[in-house]
Each structure stands twice: as structure tokens, then as C-alpha cells.
């Protein structure tokens, strides 16, 4: 490393790991939006704080958290002589960030939910959730950059970010997720049928997301630092291995949410059949031996 203290660092990114990235973020919304529906139809206010927790786990785990950190890993820093700077994350504020977006959407979905309009009630005040709950997504995102992008990364520079490009990415989570919530909490209460909706829900969300992750790493400028950061942290996760964990992890997580959301759907229905179907049979029974009583009867008179 031949580069003076204080000199510009060059960012270059890749590719596949921001469509990586985009993939995480919108499977951990559809996850989120199946979730949320079977949260509508249990009974029971365990159940339903249980179905509210995996959805904030999926979101807030998977679509955001892990899509940062599977952004970070995106961001390549080389010196003039094509020489790589070594990134690294640090334990603690890792995990801390995490709690952080988990959270801030169960808070916000607690208070989304309790919309009349996805509740299908009828009520005579409509409360503005909707605008709520975005505060608080927006509050978790900008908790969880400021502690991923300040803090959990240790490397040898220093890193400036522009005021102006961090509103912007602000405002862009605000209005993206904006859509897609009134498309969740709205427009699916009038065509529960439409995968459509679904979908493009998930997508807007993902690009909510992405959006604001990269709009908010394009603010940042790094210059070389002569302090060894990395040196004076304790415990350090490895750069590509966070990658796998936060990618994989991700994956995995939806992938068994959803298989418990379908399958405990189908279940339920199979359930509900067979109960049907057993009080059909009872009833049918009843009547069968009311009329052969009514029909013994008659005989004797």
C-alpha cells in the first residue's frame, strides 16, 4: 500500500451483488406480505403476536438488514495502485443493528395492522396508520445505516458523507414505501385474489430498500486513515463470510417462513373441512333418527 494518509480511496462495485441484494429485499417483502395475511385470519392474540413476529423477522431480518449488509459487501475500495482495502464488520453493532431493524418494523406493522380498512372493519374514525407506521420505518432504516455505516465497518479510512444525497435517500424509502404499503394494507383488502398485487408490492418494497441502502453509500466518500481500525476491535466478522451468512441466511429464513405459512394455511383448511364435514354427518345422522322415531310412531298410532 503506497497510498499517503489522507489521499481518495476509488469505490467500484459489483453487480451481482446489488441484484443479489435487490432478490433478498423482494423475497423478504412477499415473505413479509403472506405472513401478515395468515396474520389476519388466526384467532387469538397469541397466535396473531406470533404471526406479527415472523413477519418482522422476514422483513426486518431479511428484506432490510441482510439486503444491507449483502449491499456492503458490494462496495469494493481500491488505492491508485489498484490495491484493495480490506473491509470488516464488528460483532457487537452488528448484532445491536439487527435488533434495531427487527424492532422498527414490528412496531411499525403493529401499528399497520390495526388499520380498519386491512382489518375489514367498519369503523366511524380512520385512523392514519399508514403515515405512522412509514415513521417508523423510516426511523429503523435510518437508525440501522448510521450504525452500519459509521460504525460496524472497520477499515483503515475515514468516511464523509453528503447531507444532501442522505435526505434524498430518505425521502426515497418514504415515497417507494409508501406505494407499496397502501398497495398491502389497502388495495389487497378489495382484490384479495390479485398475486399481481402481491408481487408488485414486494418488488416496490424491494426497491424501497435498495434504493435508499445504495442512495445512502453513494453519499459516502472514503479517504485513508492512519489509525488501524480493524486493530483495535475485539471481535470482527470477515468480510465475504458476512456476505454468505446475510445472503444465505436470508434466503433460508423466507424460504422456511413461507413453507410455515403455506402449510399451516393448508392445515387449518383441511381442518376446517373435516370439521365441516363431521357436523354434516352428525346432522344428517339426526335427522335420519328423528324421522325413524317420528315414522315409529306413527306406526303404533
Known amino acids: ?3 499517503d494518509v489522507g489521499s481518495s480511496i476509488h469505490q467500484f462495485w459489483s453487480w451481482s451483488m446489488i441484484l443479489l441484494s435487490y432478490l433478498i429485499s423482494t423475497t423478504g417483502s412477499y415473505c413479509t406480505i403472506q405472513l401478515m ?8 392474540v397469541v397466535h396473531k403476536r406470533v404471526m406479527l413476529s415472523l413477519s418482522a423477522l422476514a ?4 428484506g432490510i438488514w441482510c439486503t444491507h449488509f449483502t449491499g456492503m459487501t ?4 481500491e488505492f491508485e495502485d489498484g490495491t484493495s482495502l480490506e473491509m470488516d464488520f464488528e460483532l457487537g453493532l452488528t448484532i445491536l443493528s439487527f435488533i434495531f431493524a427487527v424492532l422498527g418494523v414490528l412496531i411499525g406493522l403493529k401499528i399497520a395492522s390495526m388499520d380498519p380498512y386491512f382489518l375489514e372493519m367498519e369503523a366511524a374514525r380512520r385512523k392514519e396508520m399508514l403515515a405512522a407506521n412509514l415513521k417508523n420505518m423510516k426511523m429503523s432504516a435510518v437508525v440501522n445505516r448510521n450504525a452500519v455505516t459509521r460504525r460496524i465497518k472497520r477499515t483503515n479510512a475515514t468516511m464523509e458523507l453528503n447531507a444532501g444525497i442522505v435526505t434524498l435517500s430518505v425521502f426515497i424509502a418514504f415515497f417507494t414505501a409508501n406505494a407499496a404499503f397502501w398497495i398491502l394494507f389497502r388495495a389487497l383488502t378489495f382484490m384479495p385474489d390479485s398475486e399481481l398485487l402481491r408481487l408488485g408490492s414486494a418488488l416496490i418494497m424491494g426497491v424501497a430498500v ?8 453513494g453519499a459516502a466518500s472514503y479517504k485513508l ?7 483495535s476491535t475485539r471481535f470482527i466478522i470477515n468480510r465475504s463470510e458476512a456476505a454468505i451468512v ?3 441466511g436470508a434466503l433460508l429464513t423466507c424460504y422456511w417462513l413461507a413453507s410455515f405459512s403455506v402449510v399451516r394455511s393448508v392445515r387449518i383448511a383441511e381442518m376446517s373441512a373435516t370439521a365441516t364435514t363431521i ?9 335420519s333418527k328423528s324421522r325413524k322415531n317420528s315414522n315409529q310412531r306413527i306406526h303404533v298410532g
Not at 395475511?37 to 387469538?44: A, F, Q, S
Not at 435498495?210 to 453509500?217: D, E, K, L, V
Not at 357436523?279 to 335427522?287: A, I, L, P
Open 1 to 3: 500500500m503506497t497510498s
Open 59 to 62: 422483513l426486518g431480518g431479511c
Open 246 to 248: 446475510a445472503s444465505h
Open 74 to 77: 458490494a462496495l469494493k475500495l
Open 225 to 231: 486513515s492512519a489509525e488501524n481500525f480493524s486493530g
Open 279 to 287: 357436523r354434516e354427518g352428525v346432522s344428517r345422522h339426526d335427522k
Open 37 to 44: 395475511e395468515n396474520w389476519r385470519r388466526v384467532d387469538g
Open 210 to 217: 435498495c434504493a435508499t441502502h445504495y442512495c445512502g453509500m
